[in-house]
């Protein structure tokens, strides 16, 4: 049987390299130190790696790769390497452990770990329009998700409770099936406000529960539907079209994949895992979206995300 992963790009490194630059450079090769667009060519001499152009721009003449300025730079790891390791996260429903990873493309657990961070940055959608635009249907809802390190529960003093947990909000946009989440640095009214503010258009339907934090915010939409779970209402029955169970779908898979995969998220890097859900979910095959296309599109994320180890690291420190 033939596998995606014999494709050339994912076994040969000139191969890779051509791969990524035909997707990093659609419109023609752009210089990263001047901005010039084609004007550079293949560095010759005998001991050139793979992938090295000089800048003819007179100001410039500097050599590059299409690794500077994304997520690949700095890298020792091969990119057909890379590229097996985007696949590999592109295609797994609920994820891949950095241990399981490492496994499958034999490199170092610390390599892998920082690989698959990397790779999340570049799921990350930096660009997108406000969801629910054209009066569109927006479901908004959260879930507790792991122990807050800030305040973790003292058995003996203080049981652990909701405050004790992280908590994630997602928007679902009813119109594309894409999804957003966020890490919560306190669930009140005026987070609520800013997410939306951020992220919704003025003119989507909201669609949430009961909790009073969308009180405020809904008001100011076109329309605010409220299902009551506390009564055991998931669907109004008048309006159909008034509920949150695409997000409830949406937490499912979530929960399943920080429960069986990562377990051992801690808060500080709770935002890089709910990119990757939210990536693949925004991109999944009910959407048309197929493994290789979605592939395609992480590697098309890559560019000016560049995310250093020392970045990651310090992360780990504040939250320790
Ligand atoms: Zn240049």
């Known amino acids: 049987m033939v596998s995606v992963l014999d494709a050339k790009h994912f076994r040969d490194e000139a191969a890779a390299y051509k791969w990524v630059e035909a997707r990093v450079w659609p419109n023609g090769r752009v210089c990263p130190h001047c901005g ?135 928007l679902i946009d009813r119109d594309t099936g894409a999804a957003r989440s966020f890490v919560l640095t306190e669930f009140t009214t005026e987070e609520v406000q800013r997410i939306l503010n951020e992220n919704v258009a003025k003119e989507a339907y909201l669609l949430t529960d009961e909790a009073p934090q969308y009180k405020r915010p809904g008001k100011l939409q076109t329309f605010h539907g409220t299902t009551n779970h506390s009564d055991g209402e998931y669907v109004k029955a008048d309006a159909p079209w008034v509920h949150t169970n695409t997000v409830e779908g949406y937490y499912s898979i979530f929960k399943r994949g920080m429960k069986g995969v990562y377990q051992h998220c801690g808060r ?53």
């Open 36 to 170: 010039s667009v084609d004007k550079s060519g293949p560095l010759k001499g005998k001991s050139t790696r793979i992938g090295v152009y000089k800048c003819y721009e007179k100001e410039c003449r500097k050599p590059f790769t299409v690794k500077v300025g994304t997520i690949f730079e700095d890298s020792h790891i091969k990119l057909h390497i890379w590229l097996q390791a985007m696949f590999l996260l592109a295609s797994s429903k609920k994820g891949i452990s950095s241990n399981q990873l490492a496994r499958t493309l034999g490199v170092t657990l610390k390599s892998a770990w920082f690989l698959s961070h990397r790779i999340r940055e570049a799921m990350r959608d930096t660009s997108a329009p406000p969801f629910g635009g054209n009066f569109g249907g927006v479901e908004a809802d959260e879930t507790l998700q792991g122990v807050d390190s800030r305040r973790a529960p003292d058995p003996e003093a203080n049981p652990p409770g909701p405050y004790h947990f992280n908590r994630v909000l997602t």
């Open 268 to 320: 500080a890097h709770l935002h890089r895992y709910t990119a990757e859900f939210d990536f693949r979910y925004s991109n999944r095959a009910k959407l048309g979206v197929d493994d290789v296309t979605r592939f395609a599109k992480i590697v098309e994320g890559v560019k000016g995300k560049r995310l250093t180890y020392r970045s990651v690291d310090r992360e780990e420190q504040a939250e320790a």
